[in-house]
């Protein structure tokens, strides 16, 4: 194969940057990629460096001025270039500056730079892989597993500790997306506000430019794709607060997905759920205040064991204060394995029915209300669908897919799905939206509901 795009490599450092130059090589080798040893025939050189003394420092800069003049087209990674500006104030015409453990940025850099060569097989594949949802949204999972122990959960013993993937993969994963159509990234995770704890929120790189690995930086960075970014599973730790003002600047989608589980700090102890409901309505006031639009979106679990009757009229009070938008309750099922199984005074089947039953009638009565609200305004939304009526099946930023309402648009027939429109809000029930297209004026009938085109529900 002499159209072979040829690398070459040199590693410098200690063990973990020689790991860090294996996984890439063994990637570029994998991809179809030779890999040379003399600057003459590689098409493109990366240097691994070591950035830990001044002479590893020197030794480094050396082996990338060396690779420029010798060849010209250079990658760097390692650990000098977590200090990007130092790398590039000596020598400005790199093609890409990585910091260590970074295999998918410099992976992202060669392809750039020196597209990897032709796979009959692999190249079937879209680059945004395959996909289970509608081309106009997709999910990203930003981590995998779970530092926390609640324990009605397995979580953590099923797929380990919290895990946060590197912020840069998580962004091109995002731009991928982006460019191939997708209009909504939903981000999700088991918790999502504990982003980059577990790597102790250290810096990665996205397109060159250093970023913290944390759920801050990370959705602010996500803002700026154009596309709709909505956020599931963040729990309240005190820096939610912070992205709070980037919905209000319509950077993210003002909805938050917050499950809380219960409101009585005694069942929250017994559960050992992180950041317990202490000063949540205070908080959730806060933010409703920064961002009135704000859509809040919660889960709780009835009947665990232990709950009385008090407990279960603390959470009542709790939601009729809370007034939160959308809440889905479970009633408490034991989960093989989990700590709860062991907890003594389980609650009868009948009460934990009847308490799902009594919860979920109030919160229909607040989430009527707050929708109704909205007759009059006038919302953008992205159209999922057409039914064979000709009504749009589409989504207000309020409406997550599958778990939330929709919006009937009842002249809707002519948007494109996968696109968004502006709709004027006529009417409400306790989950859904009827509108017509803002700008076609005289159409003033409610859509006909029909069976079996409104999305799932987790309640
Ligand atoms: S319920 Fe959520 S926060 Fe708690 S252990 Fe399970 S995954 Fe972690």
Same mark, same amino acid.
């Given at each position: 194969?002499?159209?072979?795009?040829?690398?070459?490599?040199?590693?410098?450092?200690?063990?973990?940057?020689?790991?860090?130059?294996?996984?890439?090589?063994?990637?570029?080798?994998?991809?179809?990629?030779?890999?040379?040893?003399?600057?003459?025939?590689?098409?493109?050189?990366?240097?691994?460096?070591?950035?830990?003394?001044?002479?590893?420092?020197?030794?480094?800069?050396?082996?990338?001025?060396?690779?420029?003049?010798?060849?010209?087209?250079?990658?760097?990674?390692?650990?000098?270039?977590?200090?990007?500006?130092?790398?590039?104030?000596?020598?400005?015409?790199?093609?890409?500056?990585?910091?260590?453990?970074?295999?998918?940025?410099?992976?992202?850099?060669?392809?750039?730079?020196?597209?990897?060569?032709?796979?009959?097989?692999?190249?079937?594949?879209?680059?945004?892989?395959?996909?289970?949802?509608?081309?106009?949204?997709?999910?990203?999972?930003?981590?995998?597993?779970?530092?926390?122990?609640?324990?009605?959960?397995?979580?953590?013993?099923?797929?380990?500790?919290?895990?946060?993937?590197?912020?840069?993969?998580?962004?091109?994963?995002?731009?991928?997306?982006?460019?191939?159509?997708?209009?909504?990234?939903?981000?999700?995770?088991?918790?999502?506000?504990?982003?980059?704890?577990?790597?102790?929120?250290?810096?990665?790189?996205?397109?060159?430019?250093?970023?913290?690995?944390?759920?801050?930086?990370?959705?602010?960075?996500?803002?700026?794709?154009?596309?709709?970014?909505?956020?599931?599973?963040?729990?309240?730790?005190?820096?939610?607060?912070?992205?709070?003002?980037?919905?209000?600047?319509?950077?993210?989608?003002?909805?938050?997905?917050?499950?809380?589980?219960?409101?009585?700090?005694?069942?929250?102890?017994?559960?050992?759920?992180?950041?317990?409901?202490?000063?949540?309505?205070?908080?959730?006031?806060?933010?409703?205040?920064?961002?009135?639009?704000?859509?809040?979106?919660?889960?709780?679990?009835?009947?665990?064991?232990?709950?009385?009757?008090?407990?279960?009229? /603390?959470? @009542? &009070?709790? %939601?009729?204060? #809370?007034?939160?938008?959308?809440?889905?309750?479970? !009633?408490? *099922?034991?989960?093989?394995?989990?700590?709860?199984?062991?907890?003594?005074?389980?609650?009868?089947?009948?009460?934990?029915?009847?308490?799902?039953?009594?919860?979920?009638?109030?919160?229909?009565?607040?989430?009527?209300?707050?929708?109704?609200?909205?007759?009059? /305004?006038? @919302? &953008?939304? %992205?159209?999922? #669908?057409?039914?064979?009526?000709?009504?749009?099946? !589409?989504? *207000?930023?309020?409406?997550?897919?599958?778990?939330?309402?929709?919006?009937?648009?009842?002249?809707?027939?002519?948007?494109?799905?996968?696109?968004?429109?502006?709709?004027?809000?006529?009417?409400?029930?306790?989950?859904?939206?009827?509108?017509?297209?803002?700008?076609?004026?005289?159409?003033?009938?409610?859509?006909?509901?029909?069976?079996?085109?409104?999305?799932?529900?987790? *309640?």
């Amino acid at each position: 194969m002499d159209h072979q795009p040829k690398i070459g490599f040199i590693s410098l450092g200690c063990p973990k940057a020689l790991v860090d130059s294996e996984q890439i090589l063994t990637r570029l080798r994998a991809e179809g990629y030779g890999v040379v040893p003399s600057y003459e025939t590689a098409d493109l050189v990366v240097v691994n460096t070591c950035g830990f003394i001044d002479a590893a420092v020197a030794e480094s800069l050396d082996a990338i001025g060396e690779a420029l003049t010798e060849n010209g087209r250079v990658i760097v990674t390692g650990c000098l270039g977590a200090k990007d500006s130092v790398v590039r104030d000596i020598h400005p015409s790199v093609l890409a500056v990585t910091g260590p453990h970074a295999c998918e940025e410099v992976l992202t850099a060669i392809h750039a730079h020196l597209p990897r060569p032709h796979d009959p097989f692999r190249d079937l594949v879209p680059p945004q892989g395959v996909k289970l949802t509608p081309r106009h949204y997709a999910y990203l999972k930003i981590s995998e597993g779970c530092n926390h122990r609640c324990t009605f959960c397995v979580i953590p013993q099923l797929r380990g500790d919290l895990a946060s993937r590197p912020v840069g993969e998580v962004l091109r994963e995002a731009e991928i997306l982006v460019r191939s159509g997708v209009k909504e990234l939903l981000i999700i995770s088991q918790d999502t506000s504990a982003y980059g704890a577990d790597v102790r929120y250290r810096t990665g790189f996205w397109n060159g430019r250093p970023l913290k690995t944390h759920m801050t930086s990370l959705v602010a960075a996500l803002g700026e794709l154009g596309v709709w970014v909505r956020l599931h599973y963040v729990y309240p730790y005190p820096h939610v607060d912070e992205v709070v003002p980037l919905m209000a600047e319509g950077r993210l989608l003002p909805y938050l997905d917050v499950p809380l589980q219960h409101a009585s700090p005694r069942i929250l102890k017994a559960m050992k759920r992180p950041a317990n409901a202490s000063g949540t309505l205070e908080r959730i006031r806060r933010w409703r205040e920064i961002c009135p639009d704000l859509t809040l979106r919660s889960t709780f679990i009835v009947g665990f064991p232990g709950e009385t009757e008090q407990d279960f009229e /603390r959470l @009542l &009070a709790f %939601l009729a204060e #809370a007034e939160l938008d959308r809440v889905g309750c479970f !009633a408490y *099922s034991p989960v093989a394995g989990a700590v709860a199984n062991q907890l003594p005074d389980p609650v009868a089947e009948e009460v934990k029915q009847e308490r799902q039953a009594r919860l979920m009638a109030l919160q229909a009565t607040i989430s009527a209300e707050r929708l109704r609200r909205k007759i009059g /305004r006038t @919302l &953008a939304v %992205l159209v999922d #669908a057409i039914d064979e009526e000709g009504t749009a099946i !589409a989504r *207000s930023t309020a409406d997550a897919p599958e778990i939330d309402g929709v919006v009937y648009v009842a002249n809707g027939a002519n948007l494109p799905v996968g696109e968004l429109a502006e709709v004027r809000i006529l009417d409400t029930d306790e989950h859904d939206l009827y509108a017509e297209v803002a700008v076609v004026k005289e159409t003033k009938n409610k859509p006909r509901q029909k069976d079996g085109v409104r999305g799932k529900r987790r *309640s």
